[in-house]
């Protein structure tokens, strides 16, 4: 079963963002080897595989609540190139990340903001301003 999942969380991770697993994965193996598994295994391999919603809505989610938390900007970065690689366009994701200073605060979805930027602009993005 776990060579399933981690295969099955592999796929999806290659759809989404498959350098910044690879950059996260050489840094647990020197501390934490079995923690870049369980990654690929429980998130990716039988959360993101689950049916009833497909991966677009699943990062665009992700990419609100890593927003939200306020101190997880490299993971936030990884998502919001993750949500560009599943299909999803600049002004969804500026949308998500506006939306959530209604509950998380303004200066959150300011950082959200400046994240989702320094994304687009590092793949060469178009984006509404």
Do not use: W
């Not at 999803?88 to 200073?101: G, H, K, L």
């Not at 303004?106 to 994240?115: D, R, T, V």
Request: hydrophobic share 40%; proline share 5%; glycine share 6%.
């Amino acid at each position: 079963m776990s060579d399933d999942r981690y295969q099955i969380g592999m796929e999806n991770l290659k759809k989404m963002n498959p350098d910044s697993y690879r950059d996260l994965e050489k840094l647990l193996n020197s501390i934490a080897p079995d923690m870049a598994r369980y990654i690929a295994e429980f998130p990716y391999g039988d959360i993101y595989s689950r049916p009833g919603l497909d991966l677009k809505t699943r990062e665009l989610v992700t990419v609100a609540s890593v927003t939200t938390m306020g101190c997880a900007q490299a993971q936030l970065k990884s998502h919001i190139h993750g949500a560009l690689n599943v299909g999803c366009t600049p002004r969804e994701i500026i949308e998500v990340i506006i939306q959530m200073a209604v509950y998380a605060g303004f200066p959150i979805s300011i950082n959200g903001l400046i994240a989702a930027k320094e994304v687009f602009e590092e793949r060469n993005e178009e984006f509404e301003k």
